[in-house]
């Protein structure tokens, strides 16, 4: 039998991950300011973020590295009629579940400031950055470590709950915590059934994908400033566009779960 401490991350260490991650964030802030002057926003954004959530997964490796002796990651590919799957219940679940909820939450104007003026940036480094960095890091960190190794001393439930809230945490923002708690649990499920961290990560990408697309639709301010009701045009709208998004999320999980049996 394996002796305990063969497994890593255990829930301490899974909180000590995302301590240095936000740690990281604030250390790296000056590289983000001092690039912006040269580079402008979008470029030194990718910088930062790169050593930011770059780091923390690498001090995380090599410490699972250290305690297991593993290294490789499962980026095993599926069939495509999964995957569409997968990208339909992601764009339902924020549909008809992420948005109403966040929608609800109060946002200070200094935070919406703050969201207004990432909306501006929807150049190409912008798109690297939300839509194929940020899966690919963070989902190696929080389902590739963090959930793989606490599935290995914990029930399915405990793990993918509590690598899900850690990866709401480190987004350090009660709106985006929802959306990030929410497709945690969803990500944490799917790569639960199958541990491949190619369908985490492609959760993950089409999440960001669909928060990220309006950028080219509507301006920043009408984003931020609109209620969900001005936005899809009427009560009646977010009643049947809502409810038709939750049923869709039903049977993709129901249809995943399918195919997963098989």
């Known amino acids: 039998m394996e002796k305990a401490k063969s497994y890593y991350p255990s829930v301490a260490q899974s909180w000590g991950i995302v ?7 604030l250390l790296f ?4 300011s001092a690039l912006t002057g040269v580079f402008g926003k979008e470029i030194s954004f990718f910088v930062y973020y790169l050593f930011s959530m770059g ?18 990651y499962n980026f095993g590919s599926g069939s495509t009629k999964v995957m569409v799957f997968m990208i339909i219940t992601t764009i339902a679940i924020q ?11 109060p946002m200070p104007e200094f935070m ?12 190409l480094f912008s798109f690297i950055s939300i839509v194929i960095a940020a899966p690919v890091i963070e989902e190696l960190i929080f389902r590739g470590i963090i959930l793989d190794g606490l599935l290995k001393r914990y029930s399915p439930v405990k793990s993918i709950i509590l690598s ?14 929802i959306g990030a708690l929410i497709v945690g649990v969803f990500s944490g499920w799917v790569y639960y059934k199958t541990r491949k961290l190619t369908f985490s990560i492609l959760i993950h990408a089409a999440n960001n ?4 697309a309006p950028v080219y639709f509507m301006s920043p301010e009408t984003m931020m400033s609109e209620s969900l009701t001005d936005l899809y045009g009427s009560s009646l709208n977010v009643f049947f566009i809502t409810g038709g998004a939750i ?4 049977l993709g999980l129901l249809m995943l779960k399918k195919e997963f049996s098989n």
């Open 19 to 25: 301590g240095i991650a936000i740690v990281s964030m």
């Open 95 to 105: 549909t008809g579940i992420i948005v109403p909820i966040v929608s609800l939450v």
């Open 247 to 250: 049923i869709i999320s039903i």
């Open 164 to 177: 899900s809230v850690l990866f709401g945490i480190v987004h350090l923002n009660p709106w985006q915590f």
């Open 209 to 212: 994908l669909f928060a990220f």
């Open 29 to 32: 802030m000056p590289l983000n």
């Open 112 to 123: 919406q400031e703050i969201f207004r003026e990432f909306a501006q940036q929807d150049g």
């Open 55 to 72: 780091v923390p997964f690498v001090l995380a490796h090599f410490l699972r590295k250290k305690e297991t002796g593993v290294t490789e």
